[in-house]
Protein backbone atom coordinates (compact mmCIF):
# COMPACT_ATOMS: atom_id res chain seq x y z
CA UNK A 1 0.00 0.00 0.00
CA UNK A 2 1.34 3.41 -1.09
CA UNK A 3 1.94 6.11 1.70
CA UNK A 4 1.83 9.60 1.51
CA UNK A 5 3.06 11.27 4.62
CA UNK A 6 5.58 13.63 3.11
CA UNK A 7 4.24 15.51 0.74
CA UNK A 8 7.35 14.67 -1.54
CA UNK A 9 6.39 12.01 -3.81
CA UNK A 10 10.39 10.07 -3.73
CA UNK A 11 10.44 10.08 0.14
CA UNK A 12 6.85 8.52 -0.22
CA UNK A 13 8.02 5.93 -2.47
CA UNK A 14 11.09 5.31 -0.44
CA UNK A 15 8.82 4.95 2.70
CA UNK A 16 6.55 2.93 0.36
CA UNK A 17 9.19 0.63 -0.80
CA UNK A 18 10.97 -0.11 2.58
CA UNK A 19 9.93 -1.26 5.37
CA UNK A 20 13.06 -0.04 7.53
CA UNK A 21 12.60 3.54 6.16
CA UNK A 22 9.06 3.57 7.58
CA UNK A 23 10.56 2.83 10.87
CA UNK A 24 13.57 5.20 10.34
CA UNK A 25 10.98 8.26 9.87
CA UNK A 26 8.93 7.18 12.86
CA UNK A 27 11.99 7.33 14.98
CA UNK A 28 12.95 10.47 13.45
CA UNK A 29 9.58 11.64 14.53
CA UNK A 30 10.09 13.32 17.60
CA UNK A 31 10.44 17.38 18.28
CA UNK A 32 10.74 17.81 14.07
CA UNK A 33 7.67 18.27 11.86
CA UNK A 34 6.82 14.54 11.15
CA UNK A 35 6.53 14.75 7.17
CA UNK A 36 10.65 16.38 7.42
CA UNK A 37 10.54 13.33 10.07
CA UNK A 38 9.51 10.88 7.38
CA UNK A 39 11.76 12.30 4.82
CA UNK A 40 14.58 11.46 6.56
CA UNK A 41 14.67 7.78 5.30
CA UNK A 42 15.05 9.54 1.47
CA UNK A 43 17.94 11.73 2.43
CA UNK A 44 20.16 8.95 4.05
CA UNK A 45 19.03 6.69 0.52
CA UNK A 46 20.41 9.56 -1.33
CA UNK A 47 23.26 10.49 0.54
CA UNK A 48 24.90 6.93 1.68
CA UNK A 49 23.25 4.93 -1.59
CA UNK A 50 21.41 1.67 0.29
CA UNK A 51 18.95 1.92 3.69
CA UNK A 52 20.23 -1.55 4.17
CA UNK A 53 20.26 -1.85 7.96
CA UNK A 54 23.52 -3.81 8.06
CA UNK A 55 25.39 -1.48 5.79
CA UNK A 56 24.48 1.80 8.08
CA UNK A 57 25.17 -0.50 11.40
CA UNK A 58 29.02 -0.66 9.63
CA UNK A 59 29.29 2.87 8.66
CA UNK A 60 32.11 4.90 10.21
CA UNK A 61 29.88 6.74 13.04
CA UNK A 62 31.66 9.98 12.59
CA UNK A 63 30.76 9.96 8.56
CA UNK A 64 27.39 8.92 8.95
CA UNK A 65 26.87 11.77 11.50
CA UNK A 66 28.15 13.93 8.86
CA UNK A 67 26.01 12.49 6.22
CA UNK A 68 23.07 12.83 8.47
CA UNK A 69 23.75 16.77 8.97
CA UNK A 70 24.71 17.65 5.72
CA UNK A 71 21.50 20.45 4.84
CA UNK A 72 18.68 19.87 4.61
CA UNK A 73 19.85 17.91 7.71
CA UNK A 74 17.70 14.48 8.17
CA UNK A 75 16.55 16.14 12.25
CA UNK A 76 17.19 19.42 13.85
CA UNK A 77 19.30 17.29 16.05
CA UNK A 78 21.11 15.24 13.09
CA UNK A 79 24.22 13.90 15.09
CA UNK A 80 22.18 12.20 18.05
CA UNK A 81 19.55 11.11 15.56
CA UNK A 82 22.43 9.81 13.25
CA UNK A 83 23.48 7.76 16.40
CA UNK A 84 20.21 6.66 17.28
CA UNK A 85 19.80 5.56 13.62
CA UNK A 86 23.02 3.36 13.40
CA UNK A 87 21.69 1.78 16.83
CA UNK A 88 17.80 1.27 15.44
CA UNK A 89 19.98 -0.76 12.44
CA UNK A 90 22.12 -2.85 14.63
CA UNK A 91 18.95 -4.12 16.33
CA UNK A 92 17.13 -5.10 12.81
CA UNK A 93 20.53 -6.19 11.43
CA UNK A 94 20.89 -8.74 14.88
CA UNK A 95 17.51 -9.27 15.67
CA UNK A 96 15.59 -9.55 12.51
CA UNK A 97 18.13 -10.87 9.94
CA UNK A 98 18.17 -7.27 8.33
CA UNK A 99 14.00 -7.08 7.38
CA UNK A 100 12.22 -4.36 9.76
CA UNK A 101 9.08 -5.67 8.48
CA UNK A 102 9.66 -8.89 10.73
CA UNK A 103 9.08 -6.55 13.51
CA UNK A 104 5.68 -6.58 12.85
CA UNK A 105 4.90 -9.63 10.26
CA UNK A 106 6.10 -11.67 13.18
CA UNK A 107 4.82 -9.88 16.18
CA UNK A 108 2.45 -12.93 18.55
CA UNK A 109 -0.35 -10.36 19.02
CA UNK A 110 -0.58 -6.74 19.61
CA UNK A 111 0.76 -6.23 22.99
CA UNK A 112 3.62 -8.21 21.45
CA UNK A 113 4.25 -6.02 18.64
CA UNK A 114 4.32 -2.92 20.52
CA UNK A 115 6.63 -4.37 23.45
CA UNK A 116 9.29 -5.11 20.14
CA UNK A 117 8.28 -1.89 19.13
CA UNK A 118 8.84 -0.17 22.80
CA UNK A 119 12.65 -2.24 22.62
CA UNK A 120 13.66 -0.15 20.50
CA UNK A 121 15.95 2.75 20.71
CA UNK A 122 14.00 6.22 20.46
CA UNK A 123 10.34 4.61 20.90
CA UNK A 124 8.75 5.30 24.23
CA UNK A 125 5.38 4.36 24.92
CA UNK A 126 3.15 6.68 23.22
CA UNK A 127 5.83 6.81 20.15
CA UNK A 128 4.90 2.98 19.73
CA UNK A 129 1.39 3.28 19.76
CA UNK A 130 1.31 5.23 17.16
CA UNK A 131 3.91 3.67 15.09
CA UNK A 132 1.52 0.23 16.11
CA UNK A 133 -1.83 2.02 14.69
CA UNK A 134 0.52 2.81 11.69
CA UNK A 135 0.77 -0.55 10.83
CA UNK A 136 -2.47 -1.15 11.47
CA UNK A 137 -4.19 1.70 9.28
CA UNK A 138 -1.63 2.06 6.73
CA UNK A 139 0.30 -0.99 6.05
CA UNK A 140 -2.69 -3.35 7.27
CA UNK A 141 -1.07 -5.84 10.04
CA UNK A 142 -3.46 -5.67 12.34
CA UNK A 143 -2.49 -8.43 15.11
CA UNK A 144 -4.77 -9.42 17.31
CA UNK A 145 -5.63 -6.61 19.95
CA UNK A 146 -3.39 -4.13 18.14
CA UNK A 147 -6.42 -1.82 18.63
CA UNK A 148 -6.72 -2.16 22.61
CA UNK A 149 -2.95 -1.38 22.65
CA UNK A 150 -2.77 1.62 20.70
CA UNK A 151 -5.77 2.98 22.70
CA UNK A 152 -7.17 5.98 20.80
CA UNK A 153 -4.64 5.84 17.95
CA UNK A 154 -6.91 3.06 16.83
CA UNK A 155 -9.96 5.22 16.69
CA UNK A 156 -11.57 6.79 13.07
CA UNK A 157 -9.70 10.47 13.26
CA UNK A 158 -7.19 12.37 12.74
CA UNK A 159 -4.96 11.98 15.64
CA UNK A 160 -1.33 11.10 14.90
CA UNK A 161 0.74 10.52 11.47
CA UNK A 162 -1.06 6.81 11.30
CA UNK A 163 -4.26 9.22 9.99
CA UNK A 164 -1.98 11.06 7.27
CA UNK A 165 -2.58 9.76 3.79
CA UNK A 166 -2.45 13.35 2.00
CA UNK A 167 -1.62 17.38 2.70
CA UNK A 168 -5.28 17.27 3.70
CA UNK A 169 -5.10 14.95 6.64
CA UNK A 170 -1.68 16.08 7.72
CA UNK A 171 -3.21 19.61 8.03
CA UNK A 172 -6.22 17.76 10.21
CA UNK A 173 -3.71 15.86 12.65
CA UNK A 174 -1.61 18.98 13.10
CA UNK A 175 -4.80 21.17 14.06
CA UNK A 176 -5.79 18.35 16.50
CA UNK A 177 -2.44 18.18 18.11
CA UNK A 178 -2.61 22.21 18.80
CA UNK A 179 -5.91 21.70 20.50
CA UNK A 180 -4.57 18.90 22.54
CA UNK A 181 -1.73 21.17 23.31
CA UNK A 182 -3.67 24.19 23.56
CA UNK A 183 -6.23 22.12 26.45
CA UNK A 184 -3.19 20.60 28.02
CA UNK A 185 -1.67 24.39 28.65
CA UNK A 186 -4.80 25.15 29.80
CA UNK A 187 -5.77 22.46 32.14
CA UNK A 188 -1.95 23.55 33.74
CA UNK A 189 -2.89 26.83 34.19
CA UNK A 190 -3.27 28.51 37.36
CA UNK A 191 -6.60 29.15 38.73
Do not use: N
Amino acid sequence: MPLHITGDDYADRVLSDDAFAVLVGMMLDQQYPMEHAFRGPAKVLERFGSLEPARIAAADPEEFASLCATPPAIHRFPGSMAARLQDLARIVTDEYDGHAERLWLEAADGKDLLKRVMALPGFGKQKAQIFVALVAKQLDVRPEGWDAVVGDYSQEGYRSVADVVDGASLQKVRDFKKQKKAAAKQASAPT
